[in-house]
C-alpha cells in the first residue's frame, strides 16, 4: 500500500495518485501545480501554510487506502 510520510515530496505524492492535489487544495494549499512546490516535503509545504502536518499525512494516507 502507498504511503506518505513528512519526507515526502508533492512531486512524488502526486505521482502515486494525482488526486491528492484535490486533499492538497482543499486544505488551502492552491499552488500544487508550482515547478517550486514538487521539490518541497509535505512537512515543509504544512510550515508554510501554517498547517498540522499528522493532520494532512492522515487524511492523505487515509484516502490511498481507499484508493486500492
Same mark, same amino acid.
Given at each position: ?8 515530496? *508533492?512531486? #512524488? %505524492?502526486? =505521482?502515486?495518485?494525482?488526486?491528492? !492535489?484535490?486533499? /492538497? ?16 516535503? *509535505?512537512? #515543509? %509545504?504544512? =510550515?508554510?501554510?501554517?498547517?498540522? !502536518?499528522?493532520? /494532512? ?12
Amino acid at each position: 500500500m502507498a504511503q506518505v510520510t513528512k519526507e515526502t515530496l *508533492i512531486g #512524488e %505524492a502526486l =505521482m502515486m495518485n494525482y488526486d491528492i !492535489a484535490g486533499i /492538497l487544495m482543499e486544505s488551502g494549499m492552491h499552488c500544487v501545480g508550482c515547478p517550486a512546490s514538487q521539490g518541497e516535503s *509535505i512537512e #515543509e %509545504a504544512c =510550515m508554510v501554510h501554517g498547517m498540522d !502536518a499528522d493532520t /494532512l499525512i492522515k487524511k492523505i494516507n487515509d484516502f490511498l487506502a481507499k484508493a486500492e
